[in-house]
């Protein structure tokens, strides 16, 4: 089957630099997305990769390695706003292209 | 301004009843989609269309159903065979073939 799988937790201050990791077992997708949710909220898209390498959008990269079936969400220069869970997501080639999400990352910005 | 609109945004439902949630996206999306989340969990595909007229099960469907009579359009309903319905429900949509998708603001059900 498919699955991905992420930290539950992560805490830094603010201004640090924070990675979040996702490993997924999965045979083939179109690409990895992350989202960012606040309590309460929808699911914002942040990055996407189709292809391996790095996307800058920001304060915000991402990063993917298919050969390594793993990739990874930078936020740079944290602010206490980006505090908020985190979601690494494979869209995948059958079924409509419907994600198959990981358990998310809450992440904790500390002063 | 282009987006998904979902409504309303909480619901609160008696046992027994059904309930239908909107949907509408006006960014000329081919792909919608439902998904369900529950409490520090990720979000899980109920039904999806790429297509008006023709719809799939997603991975938990049963107690729902959908319709798609407008490219707009993607109400779901949650019916009273729902076991657990409780939970937040996120309509997203996307262009084809699907890359990123993007989510309606949800709607939040309780079922008292």
């Known amino acids: 089957g498919q699955s991905l799988e992420q930290p539950s937790e992560v805490t830094a201050v603010e201004g640090a630099i924070v990675q979040i990791n996702c490993t997924y077992q999965?045979?083939?997708?179109?690409?990895l997305s992350w989202y960012q949710q606040h309590d309460g909220g929808a699911p914002t898209f942040l990055s996407y990769n189709a292809l391996d390498g790095l996307e800058e959008t920001g304060r915000f990269s991402s990063f993917l390695s298919r050969s390594d079936s793993y990739g990874y969400l930078l936020l740079q220069e944290l602010q206490m706003k980006d505090s908020a869970s985190y979601f690494c997501?494979?869209?995948?080639?059958?079924?409509?292209?419907?994600?198959?999400f990981g358990q998310g990352t809450e992440l904790s910005v500390k002063p | 301004d282009g987006g998904i609109t979902q409504s309303p945004k909480y619901l609160f439902r008696k046992e027994g009843q059904n309930v239908t949630l909107s949907c509408e996206q006006n960014l000329n999306h081919d792909a919608m989609y439902w998904y369900r989340q529950d409490p520090g969990q990720g979000l899980r595909l109920i039904y999806y269309s790429q297509i008006v007229n023709d719809f799939q099960k997603g991975d938990i469907a049963e107690g729902y159903s959908v319709s798609r009579e407008k490219k707009e359009s993607f109400p779901l309903t949650v019916t009273s065979a729902q076991k657990n319905p409780t939970a937040f429900y996120l309509c997203?949509?996307?262009?084809?073939?699907?890359?990123?998708?993007?989510f309606g603001p949800g709607t939040r059900l309780t079922v008292l």
């Open positions: 997203a949509s996307s262009l084809l073939p699907p890359d990123t998708q993007y």
């Open positions: 997501a494979v869209s995948l080639p059958t079924e409509g292209g419907k994600l198959i």
């Open positions: 999965t045979s083939g997708f179109y690409g």
